[in-house]
């Protein structure tokens, strides 16, 4: 048995390591990679992929879509599923942003592990994502805090306990973030400042 | 009914960053949305696919769509098959028809007298293939779109086949410039503010807007599912009536949203600047950068000529063209499928309280320049 060939077009080269790595775990081929629908429909007719696997940030999701209705000679992509009984597995892909294009012939039932190995893998780098974002939000808030710390020490003569007692009060008073309470005062300083 | 209970408050809505999705961001600025009680996110989307699929999906409540789509994944032309409605047309016209300037050159060439672009076209074509030359390219921006009806309607007025003449490709529209700069392209319709990009960065000419295909033709609606306007037909109502008068406001007042306009295309590409924004809206459209005589009043309706009614007539001229050129599948009954996916019966509720036409189709509808 020939193993599926997939196709993925990502702009984003790291998660398509990642999904091209999984991919190749459970026994199938990924035949090429793109980082954008440039040359995509030539790369099609090339690589003949059963699967299209595509980012759903790509403008050049319009450019594929057009083979549905292109000519005979260049294969032809079907959006997943057509099946409307599917439309949960769709939801979950495009939740994870993640879309896919079937050419004719594959078998319905092949779809749905690579589907579901994509949105996983859509949904783990999202997920991370989110936590480097979180991770770089707390150690820049971290830093401003102690710089505007550093600064009511050294201009009202505080410690460093009160000083942070003195913002957090403000903050709550405010019921704003500490980091934005640290901002603005980082802010009236530099515009008092000589 | 005006007053009735809202079922849905927060809704979420998608466009595509395009000149015409201006009567959603004005909804959303001038408070109309919340007069109707309604709770809008904007939400700026990348393909018309995604547009598609995340309103079957249900991800948006409804969005800024080309007007073919609703018909087309009504019929589950490619993708997903689910029921689109439309019970509001957000304005008429806007699309444009740019070359670049050594085709537009060639066309002088070729016929200095006239103004018939298609038939010179037609015999430019015929010279290429003669000298074995590739064959030209346009671009358009989806399948299912005015933009490529209209263009294959100028083509073939002209006896030209879109399918074996030309090469017909779809482009992002942000990305019709580039292409054009770079010669891959020879030609695109698209609709504002892209065509004035080109035009005024002096890369292509203009040869005529959508107007001069079709005048007042239909182009983006607000598209929700069948099934979404059955469970909220009061906040469908609602959300009809925010964006009227958006579109009531903006046809008097569309120079004032033009910095709104800026500040949410140009998030999307750094080409957008007010001074392209301009001919398709307020001012006179400009055809070339050196030919300042050849002006044209500002091409996008936003509501006056009734801009705003789902016009049967336009959706049976979308459905004749989509079978003309075989998209549609034998067995379908082209006048069910019309009244399935435009309503103006939903506009009628909505908005009975200002002036409706007689009839659900356009009289005039046959006053096309090219047939």
Request: proline share 5%.
């Amino acid at each position: 048995m020939t193993p599926v060939r997939v196709m993925l077009v990502d702009d984003t080269p790291t998660r398509s390591a990642i999904l091209e790595q999984a991919l190749r775990d459970q026994g199938l081929t990924v035949v090429c990679r793109l980082e954008s629908a440039q040359g995509l429909i030539k790369n099609v007719e090339v690589h003949q992929p059963d699967i299209i696997i595509m980012d759903l940030e790509s403008p050049d999701r319009d450019t594929l879509e057009n083979m549905t209705v292109l000519n005979q000679h260049n294969p032809k992509p079907v959006i997943m599923f057509s099946d409307e009984d599917n439309s949960q597995i769709v939801s979950q892909a495009v939740q994870a942003g993640v879309s896919a294009y079937i050419i004719d012939g594959l078998n319905p039932h092949k779809v749905k592990p690579i589907m579901d190995v994509a949105i996983a893998r859509f949904r783990e780098y999202q997920a991370l994502k989110k936590e480097l974002k979180q991770t770089r939000d707390q150690l820049a808030d971290r830093k401003i805090i102690d710089k505007a710390k550093g600064l009511l020490m050294k201009t009202r003569g505080l410690d460093e306990e009160q000083a942070y007692h003195a913002m957090r009060k403000m903050a709550m008073d405010k019921s704003k973030p500490i980091a934005e309470i640290a901002q603005n005062i980082l802010s009236v300083m530099e515009l008092l400042s000589p | 009914m005006i007053g009735a209970k809202i079922e849905k408050k927060a809704l979420k809505l998608g466009y595509m960053p395009l000149s015409d999705c201006l009567p959603l961001l004005v909804a959303q600025q001038q408070g109309f949305f919340a007069k109707q009680g309604l709770n809008v996110e904007l939400q700026q989307e990348v393909s018309w696919a995604n547009i598609r699929d995340k309103v079957i999906v249900g991800h948006f409540d409804g969005a800024h769509m080309l007007a073919p789509m609703v018909l087309a994944s009504s019929v589950g032309l490619g993708g997903l098959k689910k029921p689109l409605i439309t019970a509001f047309s957000l304005g008429l016209n806007g699309n444009a028809l740019t070359v670049s300037n050594s085709l537009h050159q060639q066309l002088y060439d070729t016929n200095k007298d006239t103004f018939e672009y298609a038939h010179t076209l037609k015999q430019l074509i015929q010279q290429r293939k003669d000298h074995g030359l590739p064959a030209l390219v346009f671009a358009t921006v989806y399948p299912y779109s005015c933009h490529n009806l209209q263009l294959r309607y100028w083509l073939g007025s002209a006896g030209i086949d879109p399918d074996n003449d030309i090469e017909l490709v779809i482009l992002p529209p942000s990305q019709m410039v580039d292409h054009l700069k770079l010669q891959h392209i020879d030609g695109f319709l698209a609709g504002a503010p892209w065509n004035s990009v080109a035009i005024l960065q002096g890369i292509g000419h203009c040869l005529l807007t959508g107007a001069d295909i079709w005048q007042n033709s239909p182009e983006k609606v607000l598209a929700v599912t069948q099934e979404w306007a059955e469970e909220n037909p009061n906040t469908h109502h609602a959300l009809i009536r925010a964006l009227y008068e958006a579109c009531h406001w903006l046809e008097n007042n569309a120079a004032k949203a033009l910095p709104l306009l800026e500040q949410y295309l140009s998030l999307s590409s750094p080409l957008i600047d007010q001074e392209c924004l301009v001919p398709a809206i307020t001012g006179e459209y400009v055809f070339s950068n050196s030919e300042q005589e050849r002006k044209v009043p500002g091409t996008l309706i936003f509501n006056r000529l009734m801009a705003n009614f789902p016009w049967l007539s336009h959706a049976q001229w979308i459905a004749d063209q989509m079978k003309r050129w075989g998209w549609l599948p034998k067995n379908i009954d082209c006048d069910e499928l019309i009244i399935q996916c435009y309503r103006p019966d939903i506009y009628r509720a909505a908005l009975n309280h200002i002036r409706l036409p007689t009839s659900d189709y356009q009289e005039n509808i046959n006053n096309h320049n090219n047939s």
